[in-house]
């Protein structure tokens, strides 16, 4: 398997894929082809736990000649071996939808389920080269946590982990960064942030331009412009599914909705990896909150950049979703000069026409919605009060229990079948989201809320660096020069 980018770079292995985050002409990379499993391979995969599961989905993509197979079940065991649940990501039965929580590992988000392969991959290869790496990620939520715990003792990894301070995250999400007393472990709070992470995005990406601290400190990057990212987690659709198939639930090869709260849009690009692997997908649902970014260009056939709107669902306030270029490049039939061309109008004019048959192959795929703080709000509210049993969710999962509902009553084929949510936090994380939510009742009436992780957390000391976004470029390469890429 090799990999090329979105723009035109060929080729790449695996191992410069997972270590280097951007291909070379600044484009995401992908496999040049993605395999397809059959129907009675897929069901032979029930009853597998969920690292066994994801061996033989990540074994369609990584020979033995860049991964041996025993390191890999090992370093997937690694990574799920700090899961709360035995079934690292049940699937909930709420009366209203089926919810896959994705929120029981170390820091609490769906984050988890791949950071902690991809960190386990990089020091892997990291090790076999006997180099070092500067890994960069600009979070708005629970991607920044998730990196930071899952580079403690990698002593060949360096994670600095950027946030926008002013209300961008929760107290929860930074402290579970600034809190982490580990030297390769960075956390720095970004102020004046207007648009929030794409301005930290912004940074990063001019990080990467220059070639020659590139090459000097080893840069690489964690959060979903990484394919490892994406690749671990097509895992969990394939794991969703198999678990709701069943006597009460859907029939082997019966097609099956999703519904998933977009960001970055790296989780939705996952669902349709697994789509296209062979996973029965009727509809993935792209759950945006006020923001809208890809709703927008569904719907209107034109990407376009706004201005930031602040939401109770921070973690998916973004405005320039990266991966959904992943996504246009395969509409665009993996044209990388098409894709080329759309990037460089968007940078140039702040919006893209997306080309009419582009347009229809996506339209085939997703379903999308926009979802404001109010329906936000009143659904956590009216999960949690229904008297055929209470459930508590984050404000992320509410936005995609929204767009289900709203999906369910356009879509004949999402009405009439089934969809699965993916949860993707513990509410715990956002008491202050709960509150509005959960008006005129206490706080300490609502359990879902207590955990002995995010308590132990509010004793220990925080430490970390505060700047300026002007300020941020110029930190960063200071501070970069300090941890070379060998010695």
Sequence with gaps: ??????????????????????????????????PVVAPDTLISWSGLTFP??????????????????????????????????????????????????LFHGPTMSFKDVAMGFLVSLTDHFLRRRNERRNVLVATTGDTGPAAAHAAIGRDRVHAWVLYPTGGFISDTQERQMTTIDEPNVHAVGVHGCADGGDDLDAVVAKLFADESLREQCGLGSVNSVNWGRVLCQTV???????????????????????????????????????????LPVA?????????????????????????????????????????????T?????????????????????GEARIPKAALDFLREIFLSDSVDDDATLATIGTFYG????????????????VAAARARARDPEVG?????????????????????????????????LRHPRVAAQRTLAQKGTKCTLEGLENHMREALRLYPRTS
């Design 52 to 101: 066994r599961l994801a061996f033989e989905v990540l074994s369609l993509f990584i020979e033995p000649s860049d991964v041996h197979p025993s390191d890999l079940r090992r370093l997937l065991d690694e990574s799920f071996a700090a899961f709360d649940h035995p079934d690292v990501a049940p699937l909930a039965k709420t009366p209203d939808a089926l919810v896959l929580e």
């Design 386 to 401: 229904s008297n055929a049993g209470r459930y508590l969710m984050c404000p992320h999962t509410s936005v995609a229990v």
């Design 416 to 448: 009439g079948g089934k969809i699965i949510v993916l949860s993707t936090a513990a509410p715990c994380k956002f008491p202050e989201t709960i509150a509005r939510a959960l008006a005129g009742l206490s706080l300490d009436d609502v359990p879902e």
């Design 329 to 349: 490049y395969y509409a665009l039939g993996e044209d990388a000069a098409a894709l080329s061309a759309m990037q460089d109008e968007y940078v140039a004019r």
């Design 1 to 34: 398997m090799k990999y090329v980018s979105t723009r035109g770079y060929k080729y790449a292995s695996l191992e410069d894929v997972i270590l280097n985050g951007f291909a070379p002409d600044g484009g995401l990379y992908v496999p040049e082809r993605i």
């Design 236 to 278: 969990h659709y394939f794991w969703a599914y198999l678990h709701a198939v069943g006597p009460e639930g859907v029939a082997a090869g019966e097609r099956v909705a999703f519904a998933v709260p977009c960001g970055a849009f790296g989780n939705l690009f996952a669902g349709f990896v697994a789509k296209r692997v062979g």
């Design 283 to 327: 509809r993935l649902v792209a759950a945006s909150n006020s923001n809208g970014a890809v709703h927008d260009a569904l719907a209107a056939g034109v990407w376009r950049r706004r201005p930031l709107i602040n939401t109770v669902s921070s973690a998916i306030d973004i405005v320039v979703p990266y991966n959904f270029w992943r996504m």
